[in-house]
């Protein structure tokens, strides 16, 4: 097996002044492109010979973007493995007697799952009708205590500015942690309602209809009152005739899936004498319904859709999950990354991982330690997982509209990576000759023509002829 180990470094320094000599001029006129505007780095291991291409600037660290994910991919899968579900319970408290009553208080634990529907809290509403439950004397409340109280991403990232803005990162929650605020204007009279209904939100509505020519708009805010209950206030002016949707940030999704699944209860045909709050499941619970998730699931979203919402989820659940010192899950999590990177021997000593999405400008990588994960992560267990969740090129994912009339369709896995100073590549190729190549390419500074370049770099790439005529 591979390994990027202090002994080898004379041989990959050798490796990388020979190859960067022979790949002129096929790959260097695109990377002299690339780099007028910008800073590149871009490095080529060959799988199928165990030799590398290296140019310069490979070993500098640079802003990775959304390339950033497939680190958090490979950790969650060396951690919880690649059969892994994320388990929501509904649990209680006290017994079931065998007329349907349930004498105690109903636990809906959250288990990280950042992919819980509407549909699926009916599905355990089901489950618990299947078991028998007619009647509840007691009361519905949410624990969403997997994840710690960290819940907005630019904090635990460190960022001042918020790039992108993500709903609370939570260990329970449902509808991605938004709910849609829907006003309709028909003859007069206007209607509004929240979408899912839910007692967890209050809507105030203070619109008018506008007149002919008059200025209208709807403007949306939001406030936790005292007892929970989400306030969304609408205002402004609405055209008779027309409808108005919005999705608004749940600020308390703990809250709100605890009162929106006492709602689906209840309309399933479950009496529920108590209420519905949020609180710790004591020890000891019985379980009664469960709804499994599993993490490949996420891994597709994070990697071929380069879904923030949920690879910032799948950052927490590793600071949750792993057993390394602290108490901030987001530290946590970082620290059980370095310490599988140097497991690995990835090095990485100036590296830094702020949050699980890539958001973060503060992030930094080289496009060498890159190529060493991929490289690592093919020879895993759990290696084909990870290459099943990479966008195909001109097929799926990120890469569905690039490299369309190109040799690379269907030969080239990679993730993508964009922000707005900074661009990157990576994953796996299978060249003219059927050599399995792993790549890397970032670019961080003036990227406005970066993806363009990097395709044209890419394709160059499966022309090359095998690794092992340079080393003849």
């Not at 509407?118 to 089901?126: Q, R």
């Not at 099943?388 to 990120?398: E, F, I, Q, R």
Request: aromatic letters at 6%.
């Amino acid at each position: 097996m591979h390994r990027i180990a202090q002994s080898l470094v004379p041989a990959v320094l050798l490796l990388s002044v020979l190859h960067a000599r022979e790949l002129a001029p096929e790959l260097r006129a695109h990377l002299a492109v690339l780099g007028r505007s910008a800073r590149v780095g871009f490095a080529v291991y060959s799988l199928t010979h165990q030799q590398w291409y290296i140019t310069e600037r490979a070993d500098e660290p640079l802003i990775p973007a959304s390339t950033l994910k497939l680190f958090w991919s490979a950790a969650a899968l060396e951690l919880l493995g690649d059969t892994a579900m994320l388990r929501t319970r509904v649990c209680t408290d006290g017994v079931l007697l065998p007329d349907g009553e349930l004498r105690g208080n109903l636990y809906l634990i959250g288990g990280g799952d950042p992919l819980l529907r509407l549909e699926d809290l009916e599905e355990l509403v089901a489950q618990l009708r299947q078991r028998g439950v007619v009647r509840i004397i007691g009361s519905v409340i949410a624990d969403g205590s997997l994840f710690d109280g960290e819940r907005w991403r630019p904090h635990y990232s460190g960022d001042a500015e918020v790039v992108e803005p993500l709903p609370p990162i939570t260990a329970l929650g449902f509808n991605r942690n938004r709910v849609r605020v829907l006003v309709q204007a028909n003859r007069g009279k206007m209607t509004a309602q929240t979408v899912p209904l839910s007692p967890a939100f209050q809507l105030v509505v203070r619109l008018s209809l506008a007149r002919s020519r008059q200025r209208h708009g709807v403007h949306v805010s939001t406030r936790v009152l005292p007892s929970g209950v989400q306030q969304i206030l609408l205002s402004g002016r609405i055209p008779p005739g027309s409808t108005f949707s919005a999705e608004v940030m749940v600020e308390n999704p703990e809250f709100a899936t605890a009162a929106t699944f006492w709602e689906r209860l209840r309309a399933g045909g479950i009496q529920v004498h108590g209420g519905f709050a949020t609180g710790r499941a004591p020890a000891g619970v019985v379980e009664l319904a469960v709804l499994n998730r599993p993490l490949q699931e996420l891994l597709l979203l994070v990697n071929k859709r380069s879904d923030n919402f949920v690879a910032e989820h799948l950052f927490k659940l590793i600071g949750a999950r792993a057993a390394v010192p602290g108490t901030a899950q987001a530290e946590r999590a970082r620290r059980y990354l370095h310490q599988q990177l140097w497991q690995w021997a990835i090095a990485c000593s100036e590296c830094r991982f702020r949050d699980g999405s890539g958001l973060s400008r503060n992030n930094r990588i080289s496009a060498r330690e890159l190529v060493c994960l991929l490289e690592q992560v093919w020879r895993k267990p759990y290696g084909g997982a990870f290459w099943s969740s990479l966008p195909v090129a001109g097929v799926d994912g990120t890469l569905e509209k690039r490299f369309r009339t190109t040799e690379a369709v269907g030969r080239v896995w990679a993730k993508t990576g964009t922000l707005r100073n900074a661009s990157g590549l990576a994953g796996y190729a299978m060249t003219e000759f059927g050599e399995l190549l792993a790549f890397a390419v970032l670019s961080t500074g003036n990227v406005r023509h970066a993806k363009a370049l990097e395709d044209s770099l890419i394709v160059q790439l499966l022309r090359l002829p095998p690794a092992a005529a340079y080393s003849r």
